[in-house]
């Protein structure tokens, strides 16, 4: 079974500044998707980034950007000029495609990101 | 686009009653809706998967009697809380994938207390 682990259960980060999320994986599939959401006070999940394994090149979207290293199973989130509306929890998410059940997310146990003013 | 639509946003209910929340995709269908268990500080736990026409999937430990879903249309799922208690409390939240390349889109989640 596949399983997503989220190592940082906290992080802070000053206003403007850049701060990373670790998220690693377990799988033996070789195609997959990886997303990142946020899921801030309001509790809505908000798709922030999502990567497809079979794409080399890291995604990017505004101020996020991801760190994808296949061989490592690894799957970062880098948020650049960091915002006070960023203060959330953030969830890393694995989908196979393997098809049936493998449809279903796996997210990891999160990681409540603190932005100081 | 791809918006999933869930009402109600709370409910409070007796113990011993039966809530109904209900989950739609409003541009989009959905042949497959997912629905979560999310408690204070914590990680989603997929409950079950909602299939179009046929019967859900539960995940290991989930009670199907306790937790009935129904999906009788591509845009419509439907989760059933029979005879809650108190232990049922939490945030319910649904999910769809409006397209297979795409991310999956959540509900606004609801939150059930159970007196």
């Known amino acids: 079974a596949q399983t997503v682990t989220q190592s940082q259960p906290e992080m802070s980060v000053q206003e403007a500044e850049t701060v990373t999320l670790s998220c690693t994986y377990d799988t033996s599939e070789s195609d997959y998707y990886l997303f990142w959401y946020k899921q801030p006070p309001s509790r809505q999940m908000i798709l922030v980034i999502r990567?497809?394994?079979?794409?080399?090149q890291n995604a990017t979207e505004n101020r996020f950007s991801v760190n994808f290293q296949k061989a490592a199973k690894s799957f970062s989130l880098k948020i650049s000029d960091s915002q006070l509306g960023d203060a959330a929890m953030y969830f890393c998410?694995?989908?196979?495609?393997?098809?049936?059940?493998?449809?279903?997310?796996?997210f990891g146990k999160g990681t409540l990101l603190t932005v100081n003013p | 686009g791809a918006v999933v639509s869930q009402h109600p946003s709370w409910v409070i209910c007796k113990s011993g009653t039966s809530v109904k929340i209900e989950c739609r995709s409003l541009?989009?269908?959905?042949?497959?809706m997912f629905w979560y268990r999310q408690f204070p500080k914590q990680s989603l736990m997929l409950m079950a998967t909602?299939?179009?026409?046929?019967?859900?999937?539960?995940e290991q430990g989930v009670e199907k009697d306790k937790f009935l879903i129904n999906h009788a249309s591509l845009t419509l799922s439907t989760l059933t809380v029979t005879s809650a208690h108190p232990e049922d409390s939490s945030f319910y939240i649904c999910s769809a994938n409006p397209s297979f390349n795409y991310g999956y889109t959540f509900g606004s989640g609801t939150r059930l207390t159970v007196v």
């Open positions: 909602s299939n179009e026409g046929s019967k859900a999937t539960y």
């Open positions: 541009d989009f269908q959905a042949t497959t």
């Open positions: 998410a694995y989908r196979g495609n393997s098809g049936g059940s493998n449809y279903k997310l796996t």
């Open positions: 990567q497809e394994a079979y794409k080399q």
